[in-house]
């Protein structure tokens, strides 16, 4: 993948860090959080490997100015999400973990009343 895109595969490759796998051993749709280190700032974090190659808003060093956080928090999702948010929200009645400790597509079970 790095090899066909360009200037950003050959930069992402180059900050491509993680000592447990190495590039060859990981996909773009990877959902593994790997080993990071930015170019620019030499800040080093992890993060999925899908969230840097992603066509739509990659991300990027967590750092550096201009980052904007990707998030997937249930709350978060549904305060920017208008009606369809707010009653999704008002339906959601579990106690053990509120609508921040839920992410999307993490398989809990989690649950409602209509």
Same mark, same amino acid.
């Given at each position: 993948?790095?090899?066909?895109?360009?200037?950003?595969?050959?930069?992402?490759?180059?900050?491509?860090?993680?000592?447990?796998?190495g590039p060859t051993r990981v996909t773009n749709g990877s959902t593994y959080?790997?080993?990071?280190?930015?170019?620019?700032?030499?800040?080093?974090?992890?993060? %999925?490997?899908?969230?840097?190659?992603? /066509? +739509?808003?990659?991300? $990027?060093?967590?750092?550096?100015?201009?980052?904007?956080?990707?998030?997937? %928090?249930?709350?978060?999702?549904?305060? /920017? +999400?208008?009606?369809? $948010?707010?009653?999704?929200?008002e339906e959601y009645v579990n106690t053990d973990r509120g609508p921040m400790?839920?992410?999307? /597509?993490?398989?809990?079970?989690?649950?409602?009343?209509?």
């Amino acid at each position: 993948w790095c090899d066909a895109n360009g200037e950003r595969g050959k930069t992402l490759l180059e900050e491509y860090i993680d000592p447990d796998r190495g590039p060859t051993r990981v996909t773009n749709g990877s959902t593994y959080k790997a080993l990071w280190k930015c170019a620019t700032c030499e800040h080093e974090w992890r993060t %999925k490997i899908c969230n840097r190659t992603t /066509a +739509n808003n990659p991300t $990027g060093c967590p750092k550096c100015p201009g980052f904007v956080a990707r998030s997937n %928090k249930f709350q978060v999702w549904c305060d /920017a +999400n208008g009606e369809i $948010g707010k009653k999704l929200l008002e339906e959601y009645v579990n106690t053990d973990r509120g609508p921040m400790d839920v992410t999307r /597509a993490s398989g809990y079970k989690a649950l409602w009343k209509c």
